[in-house]
C-alpha cells in the first residue's frame, strides 16, 4: 500500500439534491482526505473532453448534457491507495448493483446520474488532476 492521490467529482444529481456534505463524510469516513476541491460549472468543453474516452459511447451525449446541468465538486482526494478505496467507497457504476452503504447505493438515481467519479487507474488519477487544478491549488 501507498500513500496516493485520486481525482473525484461530486455530480450534478447531488449539487441539486444538496448532498454534497453527505457524499463528503462518506470519502473522509472511508479514510480518505481532500485536499483540493472547488465548486465549478463545467463547460462544454470540459465535459467532452473530460469524458473523451467514452467519445464513442452511446450515452456519450446524455453523459455530457448531464454534466452541465448544474454545478460539480471536483476534489483531490488522498489517502491509502486512494484510486481503489475511492472506487470502493463509490460503488458499482449502476446503484442497483452498488454494495450497501456505498455512495452509489445511498444517494445514486440512476446508472447515468449516480453522483460521484472516481479515477480508475494512477495514470488516468494524474491525467485528470492536471485536467482541474494546478500544482499550487493541491494544498494537502
Ligand atoms: P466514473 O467514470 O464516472 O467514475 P465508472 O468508472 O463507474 O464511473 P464508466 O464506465 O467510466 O463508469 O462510465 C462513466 C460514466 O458514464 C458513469 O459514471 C455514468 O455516469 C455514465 N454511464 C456509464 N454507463 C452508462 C449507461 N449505460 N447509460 C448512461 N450513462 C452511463
Ligand atoms: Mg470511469
Known amino acids: 500500500m501507498a500513500l496516493e492521490r485520486t481525482f473525484s467529482i461530486i455530480k450534478p444529481d447531488a449539487t441539486r439534491r444538496n448532498i454534497t456534505g453527505k457524499v463528503i463524510a462518506k470519502l473522509e469516513e472511508?479514510?480518505?482526505?481532500?485536499?483540493?476541491?472547488?465548486?465549478?460549472?463545467?463547460?462544454?468543453?470540459?465535459?467532452?473532453?473530460?469524458?473523451?474516452?467514452?467519445?464513442?459511447?452511446?450515452?456519450?451525449?446524455?453523459?455530457?448534457?448531464?454534466?452541465?446541468?448544474?454545478?460539480?465538486?471536483?476534489?483531490?482526494?488522498?489517502?491509502?491507495?486512494?484510486?481503489?478505496?475511492?472506487?470502493?467507497?463509490?460503488?458499482?457504476?449502476?446503484?442497483?448493483?452498488?454494495?450497501?452503504?456505498?455512495?452509489?447505493a445511498e444517494f445514486a438515481e440512476s446508472i447515468g446520474e449516480n453522483t460521484v467519479h472516481g479515477s480508475d487507474a494512477p495514470e488516468t488519477a494524474a491525467v485528470e488532476i492536471k485536467f482541474f487544478f494546478t500544482d499550487a491549488e493541491i494544498v494537502g
Open 30 to 104: 472511508g479514510g480518505l482526505r481532500v485536499v483540493a476541491q472547488k465548486r465549478i460549472h463545467m463547460t462544454r468543453e470540459q465535459a467532452e473532453g473530460f469524458y473523451a474516452v467514452h467519445r464513442e459511447r452511446p450515452f456519450f451525449g446524455e453523459l455530457v448534457d448531464f454534466m452541465m446541468s448544474g454545478p460539480v465538486v471536483v476534489q483531490v482526494l488522498e489517502g491509502e491507495d486512494a484510486i481503489k478505496r475511492n472506487r470502493e467507497i463509490m460503488g458499482d457504476t449502476n446503484p442497483k448493483d452498488a454494495s450497501p452503504g456505498t455512495i452509489r
